[in-house]
């Protein structure tokens, strides 16, 4: 099986190569022509194209944000459409649901922020798509050579890690390897629609950070106010502030077996 692979260059996608070794990377500037060719003999298209979401929104970044994922995946579909593939898999976010309320794929309270408004309109390119399309809708990836958690082992590590406000949001993740083999299951199953690429076991920020500090014996006792976090990343500070409860439903009911389900014990596979 050949894939083609586009953000090639991301956390993610560092993990998918070494999982399907034959692979092309698309590049967000390639025009259809250029990824028409690159589709030669391809069977499987996983798009991962977008600028990083963990940073300081401003408006020039928000419309980077937007571009560089509706516009990629509308030159990607329409090339698609044209090409032998035979699956395409779509990245999506959990930042699509609505805030503090426990949610699946059959749910329909959706957020109405700039997050979600992002989310639905990538989604919408991505179903233009005529061959046989999954949308997976990641939470937060759990990995130590990239993604959110890279960013929070320093200050753990250096013992000043705690809970960001009240630590009383939800935080929906999912473990790299599991991610990968949820990956591998949706091709081998067929699997069509949207899945919620989350563990069945979401945490409030206050277990994550209990668990992350007891994996690195650091304590955790300063807490970070959300304020603090709005200073630095703007309203890009939403994406790590949002309570999001989501579930697996769909996966689950397709037999899908998670590895690692369990905080800590991702946390313990993870980091040692």
Not at 34 to 54: E, S
Not at 129 to 141: D, E, S
Not at 148 to 160: E, H, I, S, T, Y
Not at 185 to 195: H, N, Q, S
Request: glycine share 8%.
């Amino acid at each position: 099986m050949k894939v083609a692979i586009t953000g090639a260059s991301g956390f993610v996608a560092k993990h998918l190569v070494k999982v399907f070794s034959d692979y092309v990377q698309i590049n967000r500037d390639d025009t259809k022509e250029q990824i028409l060719q690159k589709l030669k003999n391809v069977d499987v298209v996983i798009n991962l194209a977008g600028a990083p979401i963990i940073k300081r929104w401003n408006e020039e970044y928000k419309k980077l944000l937007h571009v560089s994922r509706i516009q990629t995946t509308k030159t990607l579909v329409s090339a698609i459409n044209e090409s032998d593939v035979k699956h395409f898999i779509s990245t999506s976010a959990v930042g699509v649901y609505k805030n503090g309320v426990a949610l699946d794929e059959t749910s329909r309270e959706l957020g109405d922020d700039f997050l979600a408004s992002l989310v639905k309109d990538w989604e919408a390119e991505a179903k233009k798509c005529n061959k046989k399309t999954t949308i997976l809708r990641f939470g937060v990836i759990m990995g130590s050579d990239g993604g959110a958690l890279a960013q929070m082992l320093l200050p753990f590590k250096l013992g000043v890690g705690g809970i960001i406000g009240s630590g009383e949001m939800m935080t929906s993740w999912i473990a790299i390897d599991d991610l990968m083999r949820i990956y591998t299951f949706v091709i081998e199953k067929g699997l069509e629609g949207v899945f919620n690429a989350t563990s069945p076991k979401p945490v409030s920020n206050y277990t994550f950070t209990k668990a992350l500090g007891g994996v690195l014996h650091r304590p955790t006792l300063i807490p970070v106010p959300e304020f603090a976090l709005k200073l630095l990343f703007g309203e890009g500070a939403s994406v790590l502030t949002d309570s999001k409860e989501v579930y697996p439903k769909a996966l689950i009911e397709a037999g899908f077996e998670f590895l690692y389900p369990d905080i800590k014990d991702a946390l313990e596979h993870i980091l040692r």
